[in-house]
């Protein structure tokens, strides 16, 4: 008989608290006493949402899953990874493997994943919307292989699911964010993205654009420039950038290479002038908030992503059915709500 996976609701109503008191506990979040977080995870493990305290794999064989994620300066895919190998660690079912390549190079992402071809039971893929990476996608699924994309989608190839932000909804939350903190006067923007061979930036940036379009008509972009999620390449741009637009007032970085932009914003003594917003609360965003370089960052946590990819890959990979998934929270952190 299929099993039906547990929700957040179903642990609240059970342990007798609120989601928002589940979502804390199971993340790790401070702020719960510990006779409510010890109920909290003892129902989320009744209910198979998490694994037993001290379950191994003498009591449930572990499955092995591979993710492939991008390399480099990236401080977010750093952490996701490190999330990947606790959440793994804790479960003591999982047997994980991690690969890393070249984040914008879409044939060694294609060749990482028919190298698994038969070798994996489960992969977890941030996929480049390349026509050589869906045709590895395609092969790795006729193998016999589940699949789930992370952080950024693909389209029109098969895959068992999606675990990730609304990236749409993050672009239009950013462009109100913008459009509320400038002036309702005419306003020269930039954006930088990693790429646009991402769906994810690709959607952002869409979602930025519209909300523009709808609310904000009285602010324009006027240059998107991609860096590769490179903090240098992002700090020549953003230079060259400020030197060609003395009036720009806004900046939204789509991607990765915040350090950069805030390097130039901070040597041109523009930092408090220009509105900055980004992506992913790190240790280095969160210095820029506290300093007033960056004014927000729509953040996505790491952990959350990392556990809720590891159990939908091994319950897929386990022949179990799951309830319909929804995409992961994304929240606005300013330098007043910097979470600790």
Same mark, same amino acid.
């Given at each position: 008989m299929a099993v039906t996976r547990a929700t957040l609701i179903d642990i609240a109503r059970q342990a007798g608290v609120s989601t928002a008191t589940v979502d804390r506990v199971l993340n790790k979040r401070p702020g719960v006493r510990d006779r409510t977080r010890d109920i909290?995870?003892?129902? @989320?493990?009744?209910? &198979?949402?998490?694994?037993?305290?001290?379950?191994?794999?003498?009591?449930?064989?572990?499955?092995?899953?591979?993710?492939?994620l991008p390399n480099g300066t990236n401080t977010f895919m750093q952490n996701l990874a490190r999330s990947l190998e606790e959440v793994s660690a804790d479960r003591g079912d999982i047997d994980l493997r991690l690969h890393f390549i070249e984040g914008f190079d879409p044939y060694a992402l294609a060749d990482a994943l028919l190298k698994l071809a038969g070798q994996s039971t489960g992969v977890g893929v941030i996929a480049l919307d390349h026509p050589v990476v869906r045709e590895a996608l395609r092969q790795l699924r006729n193998a016999g292989t589940v699949v789930f994309t992370l952080i950024s989608d693909i389209s029109n190839v098969p895959r068992e699911g999606y675990i990730g932000i609304d990236n749409r909804a993050a672009g239009r939350l950013s462009g109100y964010?913008?459009?509320?903190?400038?002036?309702?006067?005419?306003?020269?923007? @930039?954006?930088?993205? &990693?790429s646009l061979s991402y769906r994810g930036h690709e959607e952002r940036e869409m979602g930025f654009r519209h909300i523009l379009r709808e609310s904000y008509a009285n602010l324009s972009v006027v240059e998107l420039r991609e860096v590769h999620d490179d903090d240098e390449a992002a700090y020549t741009e953003a230079r060259a950038l400020l030197h060609e637009y003395p009036d720009l007032a806004g900046i939204y970085n789509i991607g990765a290479g915040n350090r950069g932009i805030a390097r130039a914003l901070e040597e041109s003594g523009r930092a408090q002038q220009i509105v900055f917003i980004g992506h992913e609360l790190t240790d280095h965003t969160r210095r820029f908030l506290l300093s007033g370089t960056m004014d927000a960052v729509i953040d996505q946590n790491p952990h959350v992503e990392a556990r809720d990819a590891v159990d939908q890959l091994a319950r897929t990979v386990r022949g179990e059915t799951l309830k319909a998934y929804l995409p992961i929270r994304v929240q606005a952190i300013f330098k007043e709500n910097i979470p600790e």
């Open positions: 909290v995870i003892q129902t @989320a493990a009744r209910l &198979g949402y998490i694994s037993q305290p001290g379950e191994t794999s003498i009591s449930r064989a572990p499955v092995t899953l591979d993710f492939i964010l913008l459009g509320r903190l400038l002036p309702r006067a005419p306003a020269k923007l @930039a954006l930088f993205a &990693g």
